[in-house]
Nanobody, 117 residues
Framework: QVQLVESGGGLVQAGGSLRLSCAVF??????YAWFRQAPGKEREFVAE????????SYADSVKGRFTVSRDNTRNTVDLQMNDLKVDDTGVYYC????????????WGQGTQVTVYK
């Protein structure tokens, strides 16, 4: 059974840091992405990393503050979030992406990140 399990969310003051982790069970993917969804808003892309080369991409809103990384031996994907802002608040989801099944089939359950002033 394929599962993606996020952890590491929490409550943090603006300017602080959090590190999210996604543990992937049951298979590997060609790339992994983080998305987030704020209340009343659509889910939006945050960052992506390829499994083989570690190539990364980021949403403009998080560039320079967030870093995505992967550990292929442990099959985990992390998102280091620094200099957090109130607008970073939301549920963060891990996404496994495959060229065969596409980007939208495998998602974690999400972890809440709340940033306060």
């Amino acid at each position: 059974q394929v599962q993606l399990v996020e952890s590491g969310g929490g409550l943090v003051q603006a300017g602080g840091s959090l590190r999210l982790s996604c543990a992937v069970f049951g298979r590997t993917f060609s790339s992994y992405a983080w998305f987030r969804q704020a209340p009343g808003k659509e889910r939006e892309f945050v960052a992506e990393i390829t499994r083989s080369s570690g190539t990364t991409s980021y949403a403009d809103s998080v560039k320079g503050r967030f870093t995505v990384s992967r550990d292929n031996t442990r099959n985990t994907v992390d998102l280091q979030m620094n200099d957090l802002k109130v607008d970073d608040t939301g549920v963060y989801y891990c996404n496994g992406r495959s060229t065969v099944v596409g980007p939208n089939k495998y998602w974690g359950q999400g972890t809440q990140v709340t940033v306060y002033k």
